[in-house]
Every structure is written in C-alpha cells, then in structure tokens.
Nanobody
C-alpha cells in the first residue's frame, strides 16, 4: 500500500513557474512507476507525465512537452513536476499516481496506476 500526498499548487501568472511535489509513504517508493495527471473543470482527467522506477524513462503529454519536467528522488520518497512557461489552459487539479509495477506500458492511461494523491489546484491567470 502506498499513500500519496500532493502539494505545491497555487495561483500563478501566465509565463510563471510552479513545482509540484508528491510525498509517498512506505519503503517501496523506488519500486513504483509514477505519473502525473490533471483534470480541468468539466473535463476528463488527462495524462501529463510519466517516470519509471529509476527515473531513466520519462514521457510527456503533447501539451506540456518542453515546458514540464517530471523527476523523482527515491531517497526522499518524493515525486516532482516542474512546470515552466505556464499557460491559462494548464489550470486544473493535478494528481500524482503510482503503479504497483516498476514500469508500465500504458503509461498514458489512468488504468495503469493503482494509487492516487488527493490532488493540488493549479490556477494560471492570463
């Protein structure tokens, strides 16, 4: 069992930056592939980024490529999402997620993940 706590959201102007964190409980954080998803009001939850257990493999949604960076510190049991050049369309609740597996093939799908954080609100003003 893994418990995830998202933090770091807030209000930022367009063009600004935020760094989200996801703190995981337990001693098995390094054995889980991780991801970030987001959900805007009235829309489905969308894939943002994925990172394998070692951090050696990452993938990004098309809308955030080149602006967002996913990373992890297995010694600190923490996942990060560095968000730069933020746009109003990035406004959403952001969720971190953990898979039971070291790597996942359907990393873009919510179904690949077994544990979820509570979400943190990111609001980008124009």
């Amino acid at each position: 069992q893994v418990q995830l706590v998202d933090s770091g959201g807030g209000l930022v102007q367009a063009g600004g930056s935020l760094r989200l964190s996801c703190a995981a409980s337990g001693r098995t954080f390094s054995k889980h592939a991780m991801g970030w998803f987001r959900q805007a009001p009235g829309k489905e939850r969308d894939f943002v980024a994925y990172i394998s257990w070692s951090g050696g493999t990452t993938y990004y949604g098309d809308s955030v490529k080149g602006r967002f960076t996913i990373s992890r510190d297995n010694a600190k049991n923490t996942l990060y999402l560095q968000m730069n050049s933020l746009k109003p369309e990035d406004t959403a609740v952001y969720y971190c997620a953990a898979s039971k597996n070291l790597v996942v093939t359907s990393w873009f799908s919510q179904d690949a993940y077994d544990y979820w954080g509570q979400g943190t609100q990111v609001t980008v003003s124009s």
